[in-house]
Structures are given as C-alpha cells and as structure tokens.
C-alpha cells in the first residue's frame, strides 16, 4: 500500500502532530490511556483530551484526534507493520509538493516517533478504530433524521366552498452517508406510521438493553461509537 494523498480535512491535526512540543503530546497520548471512559463517543474523547492538555483548545483537540484515527483506521486496513506504515507516510510526506517544504527532517523523524507509538501502544485509537469499522462497513450509514409536519386542507368537488376538511401529513427526512457522499431521502408518514415506527424503536432499545446486559455478563467490554 502506497499512501497518496491527506485530505484537507486532517492537514491542521497533521501539522499540530507534527509541530507541537513534545510534553504537549505526551500529555496527549496520556489521556488516551487513562482519562477516557470504554464509552467511546468521539465528543466525549475530544473534551477529555481537551480538559486535560490545557494547551490545546477543543478545536485542535478534535483536529488531532480525527487525524489519529483515520491514519489508525489505515493502518488497520492495510498489511504493513508499524514501521512499514509509518515509512510509507514519511515518503509521502518528503515527495509531494503540498508538504515537501513544511517540515524539516527534525520534524519528520520527531513525527515518525510519536507515530509509532500510537501504531504500537494498542490503546484506546487502535480499540476504537477497529470497532468504527465494523459499523461503519455498511453500503448506507445514518447521520440524522427530521420530521416536518404540513396540514393537508381537502376539498370538495366545489373549490369555491373552500377545504371540506383537513387531514396531518408527516415527511420523515432521513440524511445517511453511501460511499462518503451524505444523501438524503423522504418518506410521507401518517399518525398510524409514526406509532408504528415509535413501537419498533422502543422495542430496539429494551432488545439494545437488554444485549447490553449480556455483553456485561461476559466480561466483554461495550463499546458505543458516535462519528
């Protein structure tokens, strides 16, 4: 595997994992190991980190954790060891014009070493990138939901009498992700629909509840992940 490109969306939690002093990022990979809770929400990870390297900001907190984790999420794609992984980032790094200049050999080597030990140390990154992976490897994933509710008038053959009377329509707008694109699709929705789908939904949580109880039971930690 040959790495080709960074998106633009994790050039800042590069360039602050590469530039930051380096008791700011010990005091970083310190919270991953002891400050955060197997309730892995990815809000809940940026705030702890936050609270605890007081030279970090929420915004560079989320930064760097968004970069960690898609290079960890890679790096549990591929085939290559930890070294090899890493060797292949730095190449990138060194060739391509968009960061050639950025960052010295000091840096580099500075950066490679820290990489390495989020690659190795087996902790909360590698934990939570692999579980990201197994919900995240579906064809459709939601993102969100909203309701909007119109008021339908009904008319009598004679329009000039106005509406003869009036029934509630719901459209249920469903946001979901399919192949990084973000869609989005429309349902319309009675009363008797709305009930329907509340029953299904209050079922999934008692079954959810009651899965949950059972994952405890065997000693196996539960995992929720929030994108």
Do not use: W
Not at 108 to 136: D, Y
Request: aromatic share 8%.
């Amino acid at each position: 595997m040959k790495i080709k490109r960074i998106p633009e969306k994790y050039h800042l939690g590069l360039k602050l994992f590469i530039e930051l002093e380096d008791e700011v990022i010990e005091e970083i990979l310190e919270s991953f190991e002891t400050n955060i809770s197997p309730l892995l929400q990815i809000e809940e990870i940026t705030h702890a980190v936050a609270n605890q390297v007081t030279q970090l900001d929420v915004n560079q907190s989320e930064k760097i954790i968004a970069f960690l984790l898609s290079l960890s999420g890679l790096f549990n794609d591929s085939d290559f060891y930890p070294q090899e992984f890493v060797d292949s980032l730095l190449e990138f790094l060194r060739t391509s014009p968009e960061f050639c200049e950025k960052f010295d050999d000091f840096h580099l080597q500075r950066f490679s070493q820290r990489l390495l030990r989020v690659m190795e140390q087996g902790g909360v990154l590698a934990v939570l990138s692999k579980a990201a992976n197994v919900i995240f490897e579906q064809e459709r994933i939601f993102l969100k939901a909203r309701v909007i509710s119109d008021i339908r008038p009904i008319f009598d053959r004679d329009i000039e009498k106005g509406p003869d009377s009036a029934t509630i329509i719901h459209t249920l707008k469903l946001e979901y992700r399919q192949a990084n694109q973000s869609k989005e699709f429309f349902l319309a929705l009675d009363s008797i629909d709305i009930k329907q789908i509340q029953e299904q939904l209050n079922r999934a949580e008692k079954k959810a509840e009651l899965l949950r109880q059972l994952i405890q039971r065997a000693n196996v930690t539960y995992m929720e992940i929030e994108e």
